[in-house]
């Protein structure tokens, strides 16, 4: 990869950059319900909730898991199967395990008062960098950069370059996304980049032509110059597309339908439906996950249980499981 500079306060067009991103996410940012709140524990539901899940399908669950869940001791002293019951359609089951583990260490640890630093943030269950940084933002409007899916793609096109040209670090970027927040207004810039990287700076089609910072975007710049000089050596018009960033690939999720994930994820939606603290025997699992499901398979059901109960997703009594 060639050598950058990666120090986004080394840009000379940062205050302009900064203006334009802040003035578009005001006049086109969406009305989210975890926007309207400063509360960290809706904050941190919301975040997990987000976590490789779209946000129209998260809207309703966050709405529905604050309804059934209104504190952050409701929820660390609530039955676990209930909270897995309330994950229903968010899949990743986990996160409703680590969301409940992390508001028990609120609770229990910190006298219910969420921490404001990100390395103590860092120490709560299941909260990672991305999150901690997130609550410290969007909770206590702290001006700290942090990186998620949308943020490192604008943060790599924007102040680096194109993807294919050689993708930096998590850490580089994570130095850039610091260095660009400006001070006294993180909770407007971290929103406002995430948004134009869902809404306009997207993975696959980037609508370029109405980015508000396309005038200083790296990416943008080294594909407008590469297209001319591919026009002036010949280059016939249809090759030429300076607007359109070449298709590089995000991380993608292994095939789900028959992995171990999607029996997963059945066996803990099966168990959902049991009343509370009924058993279901391991015969009967088997079957409601496979319609073949045959004595050879034995094995393969009880390492699938057994990794599940690992994770606190559920409970082994004699040759039955249920829900925590």
């Known amino acids: 990869m060639q050598q950058r500079n990666h120090s986004a306060a080394a840009t000379p067009d940062l205050a302009a950059i900064r203006t334009a991103l802040l003035a578009w996410f005001a006049a086109a940012g969406r009305d989210l319900p ?22 129209d399908r998260v809207i309703p ?12 001791a409701a929820l660390a002293e609530a039955p676990t199967a209930d909270v897995i019951r309330a994950w229903a359609g968010l899949g990743y089951n986990r996160r409703a395990l680590n969301l409940q583990r992390a508001a028990r260490a609120v609770l229990h640890e910190h006298g219910g008062q969420f921490p404001r630093d990100i390395p103590t943030l860092l120490k709560l269950p299941g909260i990672g960098r991305y999150t901690a ?10 001006d700290v950069g942090f990186i998620d899916t949308n943020i490192r793609r604008v943060v790599q096109r924007l102040f680096a370059g194109p993807e294919e040209q ?10 850039l996304a610091e260095a660009a927040v400006p001070a006294g ?17 997207t993975a696959n089609a980037p609508a370029c032509w109405r980015c508000p910072v396309v005038g200083w975007c790296r990416a943008y710049a080294a594909r407008r110059a590469a297209d001319e000089q591919a026009f002036s050596l010949g280059a016939p018009a249809a090759v030429l597309a300076p607007a359109r960033l070449r298709k590089v690939a995000e991380r993608r999720e ?11 994820g059945r066996t ?11 058993c279901m025997a391991l015969g009967d699992l088997g079957r409601a996950l496979k319609s073949d499901f045959a004595a050879t ?12 109960a690992r994770d606190g997703l559920l409970v082994l009594e004699g040759d039955g499981v249920r829900l925590p």
């Open 297 to 308: 398979d034995q094995l393969w059901l009880q390492a699938l249980v057994d990794g599940l």
């Open 61 to 72: 669950k966050y709405h529905a898991f604050l309804a059934a869940f209104p504190t952050l």
């Open 34 to 55: 975890w926007r309207r709140t400063r509360d960290p524990y809706h904050i941190m539901v919301a975040e997990i909730m987000l976590q490789q899940t779209q946000v």
């Open 254 to 264: 292994a095939p789900y339908a028959g992995s171990n994930r999607f029996y997963r």
């Open 133 to 142: 940084g997130a609550i410290a933002c969007f909770a206590f409007e702290q």
């Open 185 to 201: 207004a993180g909770w407007a810039w971290n929103q406002g980049i995430m948004e134009l990287g869902a809404l306009i700076c």
């Open 166 to 175: 050689g993708t930096s670090s998590e850490a580089q970027l994570l130095v």
């Open 268 to 278: 803990v939606d099966t168990l959902r439906v049991l009343p509370a603290g009924q």
